[in-house]
């Protein structure tokens, strides 16, 4: 039960992150909370199947700044197809998917940090 309310947990504070990065209007669009939600959840099994993906070439993403620029890559391009799949959910561009994986990195930290005042 523990490991459900964690999921549900991370599932509103991913939704919450893309809809503040909504609001900064950096090239990702969201439609509301529930349409956030799901694109949250896509986000997390479109990005899990690229990181597989590319486990099967045998092509890991390391640590330091080129580990830093694959994976900002990797997760403009997971926006990127997620938008395709999901209705509602938008990217504009590469370039507003590169700003967006940005966007939402920063907000994620930001999130971390306030909860790490109060735990």
């Known amino acids: 039960m523990d490991s459900f309310i964690s999921f549900l947990f991370a599932l509103v504070v991913a939704a919450v ?3 503040i990065v909504d609001k900064f209007n950096v090239g990702l669009k969201v439609g509301g909370f529930v349409n956030a939600a ?3 959840l896509a ?6 199947l690229v990181m597989w993906f590319l486990g099967i070439f045998g092509i890991t993403i390391g640590g330091g700044f080129l580990g830093a620029i694959v994976f900002l890559i990797v997760a ?4 990127i197809l997620a938008a395709k799949v999901i209705p509602g ?6 370039g507003g998917a590169v700003i967006s ?3 939402i990195g920063v907000v994620y930290w930001l999130v971390g940090w306030v909860v790490s005042l109060f735990a």
């Open 17 to 19: 992150v893309l809809l």
């Open 38 to 40: 799901v694109s949250a």
């Open 43 to 48: 986000i997390a099994v479109v990005g899990a």
């Open 76 to 79: 403009a391009v997971v926006l």
């Open 89 to 94: 959910f938008e990217v504009s561009g590469f």
């Open 101 to 103: 994986a940005v966007a």
